[in-house]
């Protein structure tokens, strides 16, 4: 039989929902927040809950006081001051004992609620009706108090299925209607008013205004729309109205992404939590098998039978885990939560805990560290006519996620040139495209894709090829059609990120690209890198062996925003994806996902992490600490029994109320 410390079914009802919900397909959990949210614990739910612990606690506080007067002030009739008594232990004494029977009879383990009880029966038994009643009404003060402030880390899921808007209008044939959020499907047009949130995810078709984005990036700046831009659910319409094309349906719309993710981290322990339930499910049973022998001990020393059970029950109080077993999830869950309001998203406090000893990050430099919005600069035609040679290219890179192709694109684009219809399109990471037209096989890409079709560099392009600028080859079978350039720009928050990263102390910073290294090394002299920080020509293995020859010096976090960087996100200790900015693949492989494109919410969520471990540090210290000396006291010093339940109760309220500190963290704010 295991040993459970969720006091009073705090976190039982959650974590055995989040768990039913984990086991569902995958196709199912993305819908099952949508339609069966009760299963999760609504918010609504929790302030019923908390409202009838609260009425609880008020009655056994009134049952406690009736009994104090008695005691201490003004004699009460017997038959009142009994009555008062047994409001005080039913009140307080019975959720606690209905949790700790039903947490053995269906879940074999011994709950921390039943070492409580004993102890106030134990005082009871023993003629001290009134610290027992002491001890139970502290516990429901002590539990209503937690299950309060804990519901504040907890409720990040509700949180966010709040941001949906019920409704959305929705164009037709047969004008503007109003219909279930529920029925959009990809293809669909919405109309956005000025205050209304976008219902679902999608691109704007016409109109222009300015979102507020920071119900899922963090970001407090409106951001401007305008046609074809991306809009993401849950986001403010300012000012402006937008018809809006769906892109995506409900249930795999950022939010629910969102949603999927902040589930899976409440429900997935970190190192520190593994450790403290490996600890306390072996130290609570210890400490009823100890409480019952120290009986003994008392009787062996000369106490008598009762005193003896009265020093067992202090005992036993004294020495419940409560304080150390919630130290650690008090502030990872309010670590979470914190972030994930700020537009970070852990995959679980392992992440967590592993971004705070990550010794050296490794990013990738298309899309990461530069804008990934690059632009065409020069175009040169071997064969035949600019136009003709751009047709063939943007319709060779027409369905590619590379920030390249799109660059290509938006240059057909902006000189109205229709794409030629490529097929069997397929993608080389690091070396470039294939597939086929009328004529045949052509292929686009870098000096290595020239090598592998036997192509040789004609003269006219080695010019190009010793500029700083990206060089896209462009040929079909060992003939070079042409080429064009492309370049790109650094973020605009990336240079403070790394130097916000590298104040840290203690920490390095990698540059990774297949590009060349005049290329890399334009970009890497913008962001202040060393040359021995850039490290350019690189395949998808190169950059996972580097990843592996980081690890030597320590833990390593890899950022990329999902291009050819799977297996690197997948190999390092800690992968970082640009969330919204990034590709599926990239956010399921990652721990963690940046919600908005703002490299400095990495060093915010760095400074998260290092402080969460220190507020673990010290809560650990204060309740062993604590619980080490109420011990003691129990022992050698006859300590009462009020005394040991205000020591436990006050040490375990002081844990949670240090770990909701980090609530309040300025990630949330600002990065």
């Known amino acids: 039989m295991a040993a459970s410390f969720d006091r009073g079914g705090l976190l039982v009802k959650r974590k055995a929902a989040t768990e039913r919900w984990l086991a569902l397909p995958a196709a199912a959990r993305d819908s099952a927040p ?30 406690l006081g009736l009994g104090t007067l008695d005691a201490f002030v003004q004699p009460l009739p017997p038959g009142l001051v009994w009555a008062a008594l047994g409001l005080s232990y039913l009140t307080g004494g019975l959720p606690p004992l209905r949790a700790a029977v039903a947490a053995v009879w269906q879940d074999r383990r011994l709950d921390i609620d039943l070492l409580m009880v004993v102890a106030a029966v134990a005082a009871a038994a023993v003629g001290a009706a009134l610290e027992g009643a002491v001890l139970l009404a502290l516990f429901s003060l002590s539990q209503t108090l937690e299950h309060r402030a804990l519901g504040k880390a907890r409720r990040a899921v509700e949180a966010l299925m709040q941001l949906r808007p019920e409704t959305a209008l929705r164009e037709g044939p047969e004008g503007v209607v109003e219909v279930p959020v529920a029925e ?17 995810d999608g691109r704007v078709a016409s109109g222009a205004g300015h979102l507020d984005e920071s119900t899922v990036t963090g970001e407090s700046a409106p951001v401007r729309k305008a046609p074809g831009d991306p809009v993401h659910e849950a986001t403010v319409n300012l000012d402006g109205i937008l018809t809006v094309e769906v892109t995506r349906g409900l249930e795999t719309s950022t939010v629910a992404q969102m949603i999927r993710l902040v589930t899976e981290a409440q429900a997935m322990k970190s190192p520190s939590e593994r450790f403290s339930d490996w600890f306390g499910q072996r130290y609570t049973i210890a400490v009823l098998a100890g409480s019952a022998l120290s009986w003994f001990g008392f009787r062996l020393s000369g106490h008598e039978a009762d005193a003896a059970l009265y020093r067992s029950a202090t005992l036993l109080v004294a020495a419940s885990p409560c304080a150390v077993v919630i130290s650690v999830p008090a502030a990872i869950l309010s670590a979470l939560s914190a972030a994930a309001r700020g537009g970070v998203l852990f995959k679980g406090g392992a992440a967590l805990e592993g971004l705070a000893e990550v010794r050296t990050f490794a990013f990738d430099k298309t899309g990461t560290l530069t804008t990934g919005l690059a632009a065409v600069t020069q175009v040169l035609a071997l064969e035949g006519t600019e136009d003709d040679f751009l047709a063939l290219t943007a319709g060779l890179e027409a369905q590619s996620e590379h920030p390249i192709a799109a660059a290509i694109r938006r240059e057909a684009a902006e000189r109205r040139i229709v794409p030629l219809a490529v097929g069997d399109v397929r993608a080389h990471p690091s070396e470039g495209i294939t597939g086929t037209d009328a004529e045949g096989q052509v292929w686009a890409g870098n000096t290595r894709m020239l090598a592998l079709t036997g192509a040789v560099m004609p003269p006219r392009l080695a010019r190009l090829a010793e500029g700083a600028e990206t060089l896209v080859l462009v040929g079909r079978g060992t003939r070079v059609l042409g080429a064009l350039t492309v370049a790109d720009e650094p973020r605009a928050t990336a240079a403070e990120a790394l130097r916000g990263l590298k104040a840290g102390g203690r920490t390095d910073v990698l540059m990774m690209t297949g590009d060349r290294e005049l290329v890399a090394g334009r970009i890497g002299a913008r962001l202040g890198l ?93 309740s062993i600490g604590a619980m080490a000396g109420l011990v003691l006291g129990s022992l050698f010093l006859e300590l009462p029994l009020p005394l040991a339940v205000l020591g436990h109760e006050g040490g375990t309220l002081l844990v949670v109320l240090n770990g909701l500190r980090l609530l309040a963290d300025p990630i949330r704010v600002k990065a």
Request: charge should be neutral.
């Open 530 to 622: 060393a040359s021995d920080e850039i490290h350019a020509g690189l395949l998808p293995g190169d950059k996972v062996r580097l990843v592996d020859a980081a690890s030597a010096r320590g833990k390593v976090a890899f950022i990329g925003d999902g291009v050819n960087d799977a297996a690197a996100l997948a190999r390092a200790d800690v992968g970082v994806a640009m969330g919204v900015a990034g590709s599926e693949v990239a956010l399921q492989a990652a721990d963690v996902a940046l919600m908005a494109d703002d490299l400095r919410k990495l060093a915010a969520a760095r400074r998260l992490a290092r402080r969460t471990a220190r507020v673990i540090r010290q809560n650990l210290t204060l």
């Open 34 to 63: 949508l339609s069966g949210a009760s299963d999760l614990g609504s918010e609504a739910e929790d302030r019923e809950g908390d409202s009838a612990g609260q009425y609880l606690t008020v009655l056994c506080w009134v049952g």
């Open 184 to 200: 959009l499907v990809p293809g669909d047009r919405v109309i956005l008013r000025p205050g209304a949130r976008v219902p679902v």
